[in-house]
């Protein structure tokens, strides 16, 4: 069945089947503030923070109903018939549906009996709150009465809460403020990291339009046992202007309207969170005038419409286009402002990942260099000067030190190295930085720091120091094979239980920091420390030689060896004999000798390689491996247990691509891309957007199915793949190097990339159907030697003509 199809101009996606097989959603956003919504208005909000400052309530485990969400109910007092024009929550059925899903907001337009509706949604570019313009046509030729009710549904604070919610909820404070002509919603206290803090925040729902009645008691509201589907209010046509103290907390505007024949009426809800009711008073005025509410839709629609413009490309395949010139950039923008933390899926967690945030800035460093930039400083004020780092961060509570994902020094380094290839600022290496300072120790490394004094230094850094003292840790954090220790988990997460010892070792973070070892020392050598530069290389030389003495398994590279030096990820394994990043990383950073390469190519083919993409491991695990951890207790075929999962499937993109095999990328990129799924009943997941997974091939039932959309390093991958790899406008220091893998069937393609103040309009010819390799370029009509475009730092566009051979 189909759901929905794109927009000619492939801006949107134009749903028209209310009930989607997932509830299919949409981020609505600025720095800020932050609502995800569904196509039928499901969802929740929050400021700050998606696990400390959450708005509004959203149950943590309604995958499949997306409920609660910011509702609008319509009641005809004549007929006092009761629907919800976006279907959800009443469910009546519609003369007709569509959810317009846009880059940075979204419109719900639907018809019952003659009564028009068109809701907008939408994030403004700084204030803390969302606007719903709600536009109401009365289409028939006798005058209609209506009662509207604007509905959502509190949490307010922590979500923690959800875990003692009988009594988190004796903290609600809600009731109409007159002088504000609004519903002010707040805690006594915030519960943060279990110390009581005064709340300050206040968060609020008001209106443009008369207010005929308000309620904020939800089982008041609701009536004893209904739920949002059938409030009693509505029904009744009348809200009891009652407020909540001590109880579960709502927010419900009403409104009565009267609309003659023809007649269309138009007003905005508000709803947001500040400090204090006087700023929230001074948003509430501002947007109150539709007129500065339509002024600042239309604004948000070009800012992200510049945004997502930024690099073009055209290529003979249209879904590949639209793909990569609109939704992954508008992900990969979401990514960036929220990691890993607010969807349907992780919504409880809050904060800002570590790898998570050195690989979204590295996958938008072409589109938004600031952006990038400041994600770095941020990112190396969380390293300490033991080389360490906290997992993560969040912008309400800091830093946080929980499990040490012994990979994580080796990911900091490729994300400055992109920054100094795209820019040439090499004098950001020496920017001042800080180590951080906290109780921490690093166990089972020479630079252990004592848990009970804090950091034992507090000296400034600079960048390029930070980089250095990672890699120096990961290097020392090594066990009996010479590999780096995997602790509590590698990239892989579901790892958790492999090295809690500190014994058992990770050949793939063996592998990342060979490769992390060789940037660094590229960028010694910009710096002119040749010494520091030659010792990175060889610490790589020593890595890499103890990965393939004691890494490689015959026909593939293992994963590691748990605490018992168990291999696992070997064919002496019953389950997870082969994982795939070891043979996908190994490639990327040159580990793999000649004479295997081909070898663990075939593996990957053999074992890995199905109709939906390339599985994680394989087999997928059945019983309980407690030497490994929680990968062996998902169902088989979920998450790390083997599923496809589209991060791990993109590092196979670019080593394929790093091997001149265009044919075999573009058929592996076809299998996740989330607009070429043929059959959504199977897929699930929205067709705009990447999934963090695919189910594998070892589930009993559910091969294909898509998870956990949206919030995944899998975009900026996907990103750089496409136009640094297919295309092949790559960033190098010395300047644009132009190196196209593409589908031998192509005949020519096109990108349009910004770089070093100037813009380059590359045309590529492939007129003999090779898969890789140029034989000459043109800028400006004029041929150059190689391939590589030295910077024009001009502000003109350049054209480029780039033959293959």
Known sequence: MEYGHFS?????????????????????????????????????????????????????????????????YIRDTETEEVWSPTWEPVRKKLNQFECRVGIGYQVIESKFKNIATEITYFVPRKESCELIIVKIKNESNKEKKLNIFGYVEWLIGNADNYNFHNIAILWNRVNFDKSLGSIIARKTASYEEYNIKNNPYVAFFSSSEK???????????????????????????????????????????????????????????????????????????????????KKELEAVKSIWRERVDKIQVETPDPEFDKMMNIWIKYQLYICNMWSRSPSFYHEGQGGRGYRDSCQDAEGIMSLDINHAKEKMRRI??????????????????????????????????????????ETGDIEFLN?????????????????????????????????????????????????????????????????????????????????????????????????????????????????????????WDGAWYLAGYNDDLVPFGSNKNKEGKIFLNSQSWAILADVVTPERLPIILKSVDKYLDGKHGLALLEPAYTVFDPGLGRIAMFSQGTKENAAVFCHAHTFMLAAYCKLGMGNRNYEQMCKIMPNKQKDMNLYKAEPYTYAEYLIGPDHPYAYGEGAFTWLTGTAGWTFMVATEWVLGARREFEGLCVDPCIPSKWKSCRIVRPFRGA?????????????????????????????????????????????MG
């Open 8 to 72: 000619e101009d492939g801006y949107e996606y134009i749903i028209s089947e209310p009930l989607t097989p997932r509830p299919w959603i949409n981020y609505l956003t600025n720095n800020d503030y932050c609502a995800v919504i569904s196509s039928t208005a499901g969802g929740y909000s929050f400021y700050k923070d998606s696990r400390t400052e959450r708005l509004l309530a959203w149950h943590g485990k309604n995958l499949f109903s997306g409920r609660p969400g910011r509702y609008v």
């Open 431 to 551: 920017e001042k930085t800080n180590f951080i300072k906290d109780k921490w120790r690093n166990r089972g490394t020479k630079a252990d720091v004592n848990w009970n004094q804090g950091a034992v230094c507090d000296i400034d850094a600079t960048i390029f120091d930070a980089i250095l003292a990672q890699l120096n840790c990961s290097f020392s954090d090594v066990s009996v094979h010479g590999i780096p220790r995997v602790g509590e988990a590698d990239w892989n997460d579901a790892l958790d239980m492999a090295g809690r010892r500190q014994i058992g070792e990770s050949v793939w973070i063996g592998i990342a920091l060979v490769r992390s070892l060789k940037l660094a020392a590229e960028l010694a050598a910009l710096l002119g420390k040749h010494d520091v530069g030659q010792d990175l290389l060889s610490k790589a030389e020593t890595m890499k030689k103890a990965v393939n003495d004691s890494g």
């Open 380 to 421: 190396s004020k969380i390293i300490r000067c033991d080389g360490t780092c906290a997992p993560g961060w969040s912008d309400t509570y800091g830093s946080y030190s929980n499990r040490p994902f012994k990979d994580h020094p080796t990911w900091f380094v490729s994300t400055v190295s992109a920054y100094v290839k």
């Open 759 to 803: 813009t380059y309009d590359i045309l590529i010819e492939n007129p003999n159907k090779v898969e890789h390799g140029v034989k000459e370029v043109f800028v400006d009509d004029i041929k150059i030697e190689g391939n590589l475009i030295k910077p024009h730092h001009d502000g003109k566009t350049h054209q480029v003509r780039v033959v």
């Open 211 to 293: 207010i005929s009645g308000w309620d904020c008691n939800k089982e008041k509201f609701l009536g004893i046992r209904n739920t949002e589907a059938s409030p009693k209010g509505v029904f009744e046509g009348k809200c009891g202007q009652t407020i909540c103290d001590g109880e579960e907390a709502i927010g419900v505007l009403q409104h009565n309207l009267t609309l003659k024949a023809k007649e269309e009426k138009e007003f905005v809800l508000i709803l947001g969170q500040t400090k204090g009711k006087s700023d929230a008073s001074k948003i509430i005025k501002k947007y109150k005038n539709l007129k500065n509410t």
